[in-house]
């Protein structure tokens, strides 16, 4: 079999970059489709970024608007920064799953459906008057229509499998087809279907019949008369992975514990998006990682922080809702000066709100969501890969400084992916632990004259017994004090603790002029969509610059100085403006928010006309507001 060869007889045009968009059913294996699809992409030299869309219902009807599953890919032969705004490519397989999706789709795009998903009982569902398929409502695309189902079901009449089994193998009929069509090979989804079916062999032979079988439909039949070509990227050399936010948060993790030479302990509440952390880390307890699923949001804190006394990495993981739930045991992991990372998988909300849907919307939970003056550092990831480096920082951090580090990535950046550069494990910065074994002289609150951090001690070691809870200590014993002047004391001297830590932030990046008429200023996932945004204003000959924050609290000590050399600064974000308050606060500086609430990441052509209007003068507040289809 081919691995990704196409017939001589069919033209093959070059493209730079397609953006393709899987959909169909919760059950219909979109995300299985769209991750081995990325993997052929990778392995096939691309630089890609992808977007998978969850439903937020468990198991939603099926057929119905709100069960539809997707995942988007940007491949291509440069640089990429984001998963793309509007679709190249559409494969649809259902009339629900069309009517959702097909609003993204480029005019003159290709649309691929299954043909038989089309009726009369799937249109109703979808709340279709009649058939797009015949209503020349589609005229404006490139419809392929396919009878997937029933060329599945041929390519496995003889292996006895039921009619439900022979079903859910079309996804990779589908695969296979749009294989063909970019000249990915399928070898890859081969290995891994016989690997993840090897207890089942006649699901192994059914999957890849069905992939096979959609790669030699689409370049035998008359359906496709061109195929494409993407040609591999130009990156630094080195070995890759395609890797996800919370793959790279967890190895992340575990790259810092071995570095600090500790046991790595998680003590966590399964919630969407986080929960595919402690997934990751329960697979590596070889690395002497423990995990503990609690049984609620505060249990699964409070053990953490039992294990950061212990003198272990301690960390917890969970989203908006059981950061609400976690603030009182961060404040205690405050006051008592352990190391703890608290990471905040940000989503949709208030509330419940839409869980598998992204938003940047805890950044000043993360700055005041705790009674008393509790400052804590707070660091944010930009991509998905830089996840591994800022959970490493935030181990760093914790241990240098004895303090709770709140760490924010969000359901875009840990469910997405992207290649990462692998690093050699004796290029990362050592992670020095000196736990106190000596009694002489030892208080429980006596601080490092540089880090006023105090000492990190293991319960049991003799001679350096002491107390340890929530009431508030003397300065140096940590006995119980209700001293009004003791309690200011101790309130401003972990104040000044978390301020020094300004001393460990690298200089800002300033991507673009020095000087000039804007500068685009990001935290976290809006990363990739105002890089592209900036670059593309830039060669457009607009002096935009942009800077992108990793450090929050504190800020960047150069980061004043940077703002107030440019005329207008623009703050996007996928909240009502809170970043931008900060800014404000802080430096006195008239930034302006860009805000998007919409459940999806910002698309580069909304960045890029934003700017353009506040370069013309408009310096109003604004949202994005967007049709739904």
């Not at 219909?28 to 990778?42: H, K, P």
């Not at 609150?445 to 003799?462: A, E, I, K, M, N």
């Not at 401003?492 to 020094?500: E, L, Q, S």
Request: net charge negative; aromatic share 8%.
């Amino acid at each position: 079999m081919p691995d990704g060869a196409t017939s001589n007889s069919k033209r093959v045009e070059p493209r730079d970059r397609v953006v393709i968009r899987f959909a169909g059913d919760s059950g219909d294996g979109m995300q299985v489709t769209g991750t081995q699809f990325t993997t052929e992409s990778a392995l096939a030299g691309n630089d890609l970024a992808t977007l998978p869309d969850f439903p937020a219902e468990i198991r939603a009807p099926a057929g119905t608007l709100a069960g539809v599953s997707a995942f988007q890919l940007n491949f291509a032969s440069d640089e990429v920064f984001t998963p793309g705004d509007d679709l190249d490519v559409l494969v649809a397989m259902n009339p629900a799953a069309l009517k959702v999706n097909v609003g993204d789709l480029k005019p003159g795009g290709i649309l691929i459906v299954d043909r038989e998903g089309f009726n009369e009982q799937n249109l109703k569902k979808a709340e279709y008057d009649r058939n797009p398929l015949g209503d020349g409502s589609l005229d404006r695309y490139q419809l392929f229509q396919a009878d997937v189902a029933k060329l599945t079901s041929a390519a496995l009449k003889d292996l006895g499998l039921s009619a439900r089994a022979v079903f859910r193998c079309r996804n990779f009929f589908c695969l296979g087809m749009t294989s063909w069509l970019y000249h990915r090979p399928i070898g890859p989804s081969e290995s891994w279907l016989s690997d993840k079916f090897k207890k089942t062999p006649e699901l192994v032979e059914a999957n890849i019949r069905a992939l096979r079988a959609g790669y030699n439909f689409a370049e035998n039949s008359e359906l496709f008369a061109v195929s494409y070509e993407i040609r591999p990227a130009t990156i630094a050399p080195g070995k890759y992975r395609n890797i996800t936010g919370n793959t790279a948060t967890a190895l992340g993790f575990v790259a810092a514990a071995q570095k600090a030479g500790r046991p790595i302990f998680l003590g966590s509440y399964p919630i969407t998006p986080a929960s595919d952390i402690l997934h990751e880390l329960s697979g590596l307890k070889q690395f002497n990682v423990y995990t503990f699923q609690a049984e609620d949001e505060i249990a699964g804190i409070g053990a953490a922080l039992g294990a950061a006394f212990g003198g272990a990495i301690a960390i917890t993981t969970t989203s908006g809702p059981g950061m609400n739930l976690k603030a009182e045991t961060m404040g205690l992991a405050l006051a008592v000066e352990l190391p703890l990372i608290i990471t905040d998988i940000q989503r949709a909300g208030p509330s419940t709100g839409m869980p598998t849907k992204t938003e940047q919307a805890d950044l000043l939970m993360a700055m005041y969501g705790r009674h008393g003056e509790a400052p804590v550092p707070i660091l944010a990831a930009a991509t998905p890969a830089d996840c591994f480096a800022m959970a490493f920082e935030a181990v760093r951090i914790a241990v240098r400084y004895m303090t709770p580090v709140i760490l924010l990535t969000d359901g875009y950046l840990a469910n997405g992916a992207e290649p990462w550069l692998i690093p050699d494990p004796a290029s990362l910065p050592d992670i020095p632990v000196q736990l106190r074994t000596d009694p002489n002289g030892f208080f429980p609150y006596l601080r490092d004259q540089v880090t006023l951090s105090r000492p990190w001690v293991v319960p049991g070691t003799p001679g350096l017994e002491h107390r340890i809870g929530g009431l508030e200590k003397e300065y140096l014993t940590g006995n119980v004090s209700y001293a009004p002047m003791n309690h200011e004391q101790m309130i401003r001297v972990r104040a000044r603790k978390i301020a020094g830590i300004v001393r460990e932030i690298p200089p800002t990046q300033v991507l673009g002029p020095e000087t000039g008429d804007l500068l685009v200023l990001g935290w976290g996932s809006t990363f990739g969509a105002i890089t592209q945004a900036v670059r593309e204003l830039g060669a457009a000959g607009h002096r935009v610059a942009q800077a992108h924050l990793r450090y929050l609290n504190p800020l960047p000590p150069d980061l004043g100085s940077i703002l107030r050399r440019y005329r207008t600064v623009l703050v996007p974000e996928m909240n009502l403006g809170q970043l931008v308050r900060l800014i404000r606060a802080e430096y006195l500086v008239d930034a302006v928010g860009f805000n998007k609430i919409q459940g999806r990441p910002f698309k580069v052509s909304e960045i890029v006309s934003r700017c353009l209007r506040l370069l013309d003068g408009t310096t109003l507040e604004e949202s994005v507001t967007e049709e739904h289809p």
